[in-house]
């Protein structure tokens, strides 16, 4: 591991803590608890990268998945958690989206202003540009920061799709940039079913509302 041996600062914020090595954030994790934290363990996010094409960085499987979406869901709190940090969240999206454009030949274009939402950002990369052979769509939460990459647009096709039409060297480049980033990459398909978390669901608007509407949409 790059920061073993270390010692590292521990920020609370909100529903979420930060990991700092000196200046360097290093990682942002949805807490379960409001108690003092006392310890904080580590391991290693790649342990299983050897039996997986490309080194790809490991996502969140179900179990995790559904962990940290409850946590995050802030009862105080609709579009940003508490304590969000808009000029740190910019900087780490442009950086991601300076990453990709090296990957994809300076052709991906981002939306980094959106307004009224839970969703973040957003980042286009062309279907000229992928090996894939089709469009590409990096969604950022403000929550997390959560992440989901989508291929042609979100909700056109379910994980298992997805996965199958995903080229192998888009998927390393964009997770492994997300993963530097410290993005926490979730599937999209769970996200779809109905949210069952802290809020009315009418104040997600009139459709069925979603996970997905919770974290990625507007509000």
Request: proline share 8%; aromatic share 8%.
């Amino acid at each position: 591991m790059a920061h073993a041996g270390r010692t590292v600062t521990v920020e609370t914020s909100g529903n979420t803590f930060r990991v700092y090595d000196g200046p360097e954030l290093l990682t942002e994790v949805a807490r379960t608890t409001t108690r003092p934290i006392a310890r904080f363990k580590v391991r290693n996010p790649n342990r299983h990268a050897s039996s997986i094409r490309h080194n790809d960085p490991m996502p969140l499987d179900e179990h995790e998945l559904w962990h940290v979406l409850h946590a995050l869901d802030d009862p105080d709190h609709l579009e940003r958690p508490a304590g969000f940090d808009n000029h740190r969240a910019r900087i780490r999206f442009d950086q991601l989206v300076q990453r990709l454009n090296v990957y994809f030949d300076g052709h991906c274009q981002a939306d980094g202003s959106i307004q009224d939402a839970s969703l973040y950002g957003r980042i286009n990369i062309p279907a000229t540009a992928t090996a894939t052979g089709r469009p590409l769509v990096a969604s950022i939460s403000n929550f997390g920061p959560l992440a989901v990459l989508s291929v042609d647009n979100p909700g056109v096709w379910s994980d298992n799709e997805a996965a199958q039409l995903l080229h192998p060297d888009d998927a390393h480049h964009v997770h492994t940039a997300l993963a530097d980033l410290h993005y926490i990459r979730i599937p999209e398909q769970p996200l779809r079913e109905p949210y069952d978390g802290v809020y009315d669901p009418a104040i997600l608007g009139p459709s069925e509302a979603t996970w997905w509407i919770r974290y990625f949409d507007y509000l």
